[in-house]
């Protein structure tokens, strides 16, 4: 049936012959009741935590999928704190980390929370592959000083296994000049550098 003498419009739809119109949506959140559209607004997101490559670091993530029409998006988490000492919570997907006021203690090779107690050691930060270059040269430096270096990173570094951190970057200083970077062994000292030749 057209609708020759004009449509009987609810809302978006034509009653009469079931035409739509992008006008007067029944909105439930981001999605139209009646036709199906979608907005950008109103989304209604459940989160789940995710783990995400940036930029060679893995980085953990907020991920929420709406659950109307299944938009997702990345957030960073909002951690606040829980009712337990040094533990927060993200508000959206749940999920904890442990949030500590770490202190040296002279005399043993770790830090003490001054909140809860908990105890960092440093021999398994140094071998943790996914702590940060930054917080394993730390922890590297106080195992130096108390000579507690663990064979099995010396014996990496035996092995041209080094643990390398960017100590210098040589910016290119004309065009087409030559730019460089230069990397130090956070353990044993050894300089390596690369240069990009330019074009
Ligand atoms: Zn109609
Ligand atoms: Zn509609
Ligand atoms: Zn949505
Ligand atoms: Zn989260
Ligand atoms: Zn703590
Ligand atoms: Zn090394």
């Given at each position: 049936?057209?609708?020759?003498?004009?449509?009987?419009?609810?809302?978006?739809?034509?009653?009469?012959?079931?035409?739509?119109?992008?006008?007067?949506?029944?909105?439930?959140?981001?999605?139209?009741?009646?036709?199906?559209?979608?907005?950008?607004?109103?989304?209604?997101?459940?989160?789940?935590?995710?783990?995400?490559?940036?930029?060679?670091?893995?980085?953990?993530?907020?991920?929420?999928?709406?659950?109307?029409?299944?938009?997702?998006?990345?957030?960073?988490?909002?951690?606040?704190?829980?009712?337990?000492?040094?533990?927060?919570?993200?508000?959206?997907?749940?999920?904890?980390?442990?949030?500590?006021?770490?202190?040296?203690?002279?005399?043993?090779?770790?830090?003490?929370?001054?909140?809860?107690?908990?105890?960092?050691?440093?021999?398994?930060?140094?071998?943790?592959?996914?702590?940060?270059?930054?917080?394993?040269?730390?922890?590297?430096?106080?195992?130096?000083?108390?000579?507690?270096?663990?064979?099995?990173?010396?014996r990496k570094c035996k092995k041209g296994?080094?643990?390398?951190k960017v100590s210098k970057e040589n910016?290119?200083?004309?065009?087409?000049?030559?730019?460089s970077t230069e990397y130090t062994c956070?353990?044993?000292?050894?300089?390596?550098?690369?240069?990009?030749?330019?074009?």
């Open positions: 049936m057209a609708c020759l003498f004009g449509h009987k419009w609810e809302g978006c739809k034509c009653t009469k012959c079931g035409k739509m119109r992008d006008e007067q949506h029944d909105w439930n959140g981001c999605r139209c009741r009646k036709c199906g559209r979608t907005r950008s607004e109103g989304h209604d997101y459940i989160y789940r935590q995710r783990r995400k490559n940036v930029l060679g670091q893995q980085k953990l993530w907020c991920e929420g999928e709406c659950r109307l029409c299944g938009n997702t998006i990345d957030i960073e988490h909002d951690y606040q704190p829980t009712g337990k000492k040094c533990v927060l919570k993200c508000t959206r997907c749940g999920h904890t980390i442990e949030a500590h006021h770490f202190q040296p203690v002279p005399g043993i090779c770790a830090d003490i929370c001054s909140v809860c107690g908990e105890e960092r050691d440093y021999t398994k930060i140094a071998l943790n592959d996914t702590e940060t270059i930054q917080n394993r040269e730390a922890a590297i430096l106080r195992l130096k000083e108390a000579d507690m270096i663990p064979d099995e990173l010396k296994d080094h643990l390398w910016p290119q200083r004309f065009q087409g000049g030559a730019s956070v353990l044993c000292g050894k300089k390596n550098v690369e240069v990009d030749w330019g074009d």
